[in-house]
């Protein structure tokens, strides 16, 4: 059965019209299950009915004309229960409803199965059968396998304003959303441009050449073509890009050199492969080595290396992107968006970025981000192919995208982002003022640092220090463990960027899930595996090198270095990692080096430490929860994972409860607390956080002036009364609309993203 699924799924979804696809299934769905009767039927949202859209073995004339109520019949049976029914004489149960002239009195056998498209039944897929009996088990996974698939495609027929679907109205059409995870925020209305990849790899075969002088020169030619592209495009962006992105294609030039990527290609040529087989079979190793790791920023590198392969490959195939021309406030639509691509596209023209692959961490989002334009990936059900020309209305606060939105929404939208530009522009004015709430509590905001983010941009927003800095910048960057005089340069640019104030550098976080590519590590299960504190304890001549090129970075600078350590998971952990800082800082001393010494904390971010929040208090310098991760590990969600994403809330009072545990813990060790994680950077948990006692409030510097204006509008005793009452409620959507409506009445609705119902 699982070849027969395998070539009916995709001689369907080959289909380029729906009315074709949906006749071709019945009958080779009836076919196969040798069924008497396949039938499809429809959601019409207009008449709130089911409409035959389809079928084999019933009255031909009575598709588009047989309708079902919702509460009728066992297709609105199937309907509402959203679950497959399997009957053995259908006629005989409480819910039939026979449709007058269908032909169906002469079947019993009955089993319906739900289409669901992101929890919305869409319609029921039924096979009958003249014989009083049940379907088998593999019979129904057969079917439940098949309308999975149909769910998808009804779902891009309806964006589309497909004419074959019953009865769809525009009104329903326009309204069409797909639902992908936000990469950059902001709004933009444009027209889309759909490009496709110039060349395939997955197209490429093996292949043994006999000149492998030849092979080389070829694969020479592509590189050095490669190199000049992306020396374009660092020329290109040199004026609207802060050094930081810019320094991101250095990182694509680095993995051309010949003791990267570039010189495992020649040894495989070498070894007799041809230069195209060469370069995909590096390029998947690579690849697949990247996509088991779970850390968000490091798997998205995976598609950096496959952007730059295809790169390559183009140019040794010699194929040319034709031309496209892109009109103002172009929607760029593709597959998986690349740096290249947006090489292409005059900056003034470009509007917004829809990716149906990638994530929030992906190499364009981080370029989205830096350019202000909003971004929208994994929006994995979007129909690329039909799109091409559509005017498509972006959110990137909520990742969601509409295929030819209404009139209505339009004007909505835009009123919205002439608000944000107004908004943004009186937010700046607010660099160099306090961040103290009306009653005079004052907190700390403080910026997350990584390969991503811009030193003076940060400053430019009236960041006071660092709360997190991603320390695995010099390792990334190299091909072998960088020494403590490469680390300490690293370490000593942005400490004295930021000159008095504090620095908060974590201690290595690789391992299990996050390999190095000379420091390979393979795992059954990463989410739980050597990472973090584990890896450096394990190495203690890893962590000794980075903390004394910390220590030595720090020397003669007023700034107050704070060491964090990361995956703590018990105080034996937290014990061993001290011995070895005090071990490092004896040394430091004893070569003559005046530094002082490092305040050392936690970070809370699996739910072990929750629970044994006081206890590490007690033993460190200050606390600080790394709420990305504790959200993730405590509703065990990847929120990176577009099908699971909706999943992942900050505000799911078990998340808010941990966040009270772990402040009550600080508070009664009287340690400072603070967080780094995307939740202190949203105007809700800025209040609740606020409310809970958390000192510093550590973010995206892209965030702080909103969370700023917001904490200067309240009181701190306003934030506590809604505190206590988000405590007792039980659902993240209870919580989330308490805090809406109490943060609109404040007056503080114009830092609320908008939501498009």
């Known amino acids: 059965m699982l070849t027969v699924l395998r070539h009916i799924v995709m001689r369907f979804t080959a289909h380029s019209r729906f009315a074709d696809a949906v006749k071709f299934l019945v009958s080779e769905v009836k076919s196969a299950m040798r069924a008497d009767v396949c039938s499809i039927y429809l959601l019409n949202p207009q008449r709130s009915a ?28 199937v309907g509402r229960r959203a679950e497959p029914i399997n009957l053995q004489n259908a006629p005989s149960h409480r819910e039939f409803h026979y449709i007058q002239g269908s032909g169906e009195e002469a079947f019993h056998a009955f089993l319906g199965v739900p289409i669901i498209h992101q929890r919305r039944v ?129 990182a694509y030039l680095h993995m051309l050199d010949e003791n990267a990527l570039a010189g495992d290609i020649r040894a495989e040529v070498r070894l007799g492969q041809w230069a195209q087989g060469a370069l995909k079979k590096v390029i998947d190793e690579h690849v697949s080595r990247f996509a088991l790791m779970e850390d968000p920023y490091l798997r998205e590198r995976g598609a950096d290396l496959k952007d730059l392969g295809l790169q390559i490959l183009a140019h040794l195939q010699n194929i040319r992107q034709k031309k496209t021309v892109f009109p103002k406030d172009t929607v760029l639509v593709a597959e998986e968006v690349t740096p290249a691509m947006l090489a292409n596209i005059p900056t003034e023209q470009l509007g917004a970025i829809v990716s149906t692959k990638g994530s929030g961490n992906s190499h364009v989002a981080i370029l989205a981000r830096a350019m202000g334009i909003p971004a929208v990936m994994g929006a994995i059900d979007l129909p690329t192919y039909q799109v091409e020309n559509e005017v ?132 059954d299960n990463p989410f739980l595996g050597w990472r973090g504190i584990r890896v450096t304890l394990d190495h203690p001549e890893i962590f000794l090198v980075q903390v004394r090129a910390m220590l030595k970075a720090n020397a003669g600078l ?65 606390l600080a929860v790394g709420s990305n991760d504790l959200t993730q590990y405590m509703l065990a969600v990847d929120r990176n994972n577009p099908r699971v994403a909706q999943l992942y809330r900050d505000v799911h009072p078990a998340v808010i409860l941990a966040l009270r545990d772990v402040a009550r813990a600080a508070h009664i060790e009287n340690k400072p607390l603070g967080i780094c994680g995307e939740f202190a950077g949203t105007p809700v948990g ?72």
């Not at 005089?485 to 104030?501: D, G, L, N, S, T």
């Not at 007792?728 to 209870?734: I, T």
Request: net charge negative.
């Open 558 to 622: 007023e700034g107050i270095l704070r060491i964090m350590l990361p995956m703590i998971s018990s105080l034996s952990e937290l014990t061993a990692a001290k011995a070895l800082i005090n071990r490092a800082y004896d040394e430091v001393t004893e070569e003559g080096f005046e530094v002082k010494r490092p305040s050392i904390g936690v970070m809370i971010e699996v739910p072990a430490a929750v629970y044994q929040a006081r206890a590490l208090a007690r033993e460190s310098d200050f």
């Open 392 to 523: 498509l209305l972006v959110d990137g606060h909520y990742g969601e995208v509409f295929a030819s939105p209404s009139k209505k929404r339009i004007e909505l939208s835009r009123e919205l982002i002439a608000q944000e530009k107004v908004f943004d522009e009186e937010l700046m004015q607010l660099k160099d003022v306090p961040c103290v709430t009306k009653d005079g509590w004052r907190i700390l905001l403080w910026v997350n640092i990584g390969l991503s983010s811009d030193l003076t941009r940060s400053l430019d927003r009236g960041a006071e220090g660092i709360g997190l800095f991603r320390t695995e910048i010099p390792f990334m960057s190299q091909d072998r463990f960088p020494t403590e005089a490469e680390q300490r340069v690293i370490y000593r640019e942005h400490m004295a960027a930021f000159e008095p104030r504090p620095v908060t550098m974590r201690t290595l976080d690789v391992g299990g899930d996050k390999s190095l590519s000379y420091f390979p590590i393979n795992e």
């Open 122 to 250: 869409l319609g029921v897929l039924v096979v009958q059968q003249s014989d009083a009996r049940k379907f088998d088990e593999a019979e129904e996974a057969f079917l439940v396998t098949l309308a999975a698939q149909l769910a998808t495609v009804v779902s891009h027929a309806e964006a589309v304003g497909d004419s074959a679907l019953p009865q769809i109205s525009d009104a329903n059409r326009v309204d069409a959303c797909f639902v992908g995870v936000p990469g950059a925020p902001g709004i933009a209305i444009g027209t889309a441009v759909v490009i496709h990849p110039v060349a395939n790899l997955e197209a490429v075969p093996e292949r043994q050449t006999d000149d492998i002088v030849v092979e080389l020169l070829s694969l020479e030619r592509a590189i050095a073509q490669v190199r000049q592209d992306i020396s374009n495009i660092i020329e290109q962006f040199s004026d609207s890009l802060p050094k930081q992105e810019l320094a991101l294609f250095d």
């Open 50 to 77: 089911y409409v035959l859209a389809a079928t084999d073995g019933l009255n031909p004339a009575k598709v588009g004309n047989a309708v079902l109520a919702l509460d009728q019949g066992l297709v609105g049976f």
């Open 686 to 757: 800025a209040v609740l956080l606020m409310a809970m006692g958390y000192h510093v409030l550590s973010m995206n510097a892209t965030h702080l002036p909103k969370v700023k204006w917001v904490i200067r509008q309240i009181n701190r005793s306003d934030a506590q009364r809604m505190l206590a009452k988000v405590l007792q409620m039980q659902s993240a959507e209870a919580v989330s609309g308490y805090m809406f409506q109490q943060l609109t009445d404040a007056g503080l609705g114009r830092v609320l993203p908008h939501h498009h119902t």
